[in-house]
Antibody, heavy 113, light 112 residues
Framework: EVQLVQSGGGLVQPGGSLRLSCAAS????????MTWVRQAPGKGLEWVAN????????FYVDSVKGRFTISRDNAKNSVYLQMNSLRAEDTAVYYC??????WGQGTLVTVSS | DIVMTQSPLSLPVTPGEPASISCRSS???????????LDWYLQKPGQSPQVLIY???NRASGVPNRFSGSGSGTDFTLKISRVEAEDVGLYYC?????????FGQGTKLEIK
């Protein structure tokens, strides 16, 4: 059974930082693009970032460019999202996902003073 | 950015009846490899989204065969041949042709 198990997240003040992790089991991520998607409370889905299988290319939605960094460690079968300079509008449930496939359970990030 | 437009946004269905959701993109999702870069997801209440259909018409592993995807270019359709109670939730289309990937607004399927 494929599982993407997420960790990290929580409450952070505006301007603060958080790192989200996503560990895969039952799946070797090295062959796949990996993605982060978020969902603000009561809202739809928003793609945030993705990363090429070998990590050589990364793409971001404009609203997080320069603040968020997606990375991966294929040896640890894991993907990460480093979030800096967090804003209230970044408050959302964040999901990691394999392109065209499985999703993690989601982790809530709340940015508030 | 590619704009994705779904219709309807609300879909009340009687169990056993068919259902259909439309998704239109602001530009063609056909890539030079011959694939349509359009996925369908279902987010059941309180759960993470799960993939139903990828590359326009390929049913994901474990997805019941009452779900089917069709279409090409800019017009796509998700069909459920006979709706069951467990199919309630929000359905999203998503284009993965170019970044930023973009989603439709979501279609809420409910049981009459």
């Amino acid at each position: 059974e494929v599982q993407l198990v997420q960790s990290g997240g929580g409450l952070v003040q505006p301007g603060g930082s958080l790192r989200l992790s996503c560990a895969a089991s039952g799946l070797t991520i090295s062959g796949y693009w990996m993605t982060w998607v978020r969902q603000a409370p009561g809202k739809g889905l928003e793609w945030v970032a993705n990363i090429k299988p070998d990590g050589s290319e990364r793409f971001y939605v404009d609203s997080v460019k320069g603040r968020f960094t997606i990375s991966r460690d294929n040896a640890k079968n894991s993907v990460y999202l480093q979030m800096n300079s967090l804003r209230a509008e970044d408050t959302a449930v964040y999901y990691c996902a394999r392109d065209h496939g499985d999703w993690g359970q989601g982790t809530l990030v709340t940015v508030s003073s | 950015d590619i704009v994705m437009t779904q219709s309807p946004l609300s879909l009340p269905v009687t169990p056993g009846e068919p259902a259909s959701i439309s998704c239109r993109s602001s530009q063609s999702l056909l890539y030079s490899d011959g694939y349509e870069y359009l996925d369908w997801y279902l987010q059941k209440p309180g759960q993470s989204p799960q993939v139903l259909i990828y590359f326009g018409s390929n049913r994901a592993s474990g997805v019941p065969n009452r779900f089917s995807g069709s279409g090409s270019g800019t017009d796509f359709t998700l069909k459920i041949s006979r709706v069951e109670a467990e199919d309630v939730g929000l359905y999203y289309c998503m284009q993965t042709l170019q970044t930023p990937y973009t989603f439709g607004q979501g279609t809420k399927l409910e049981i009459k």
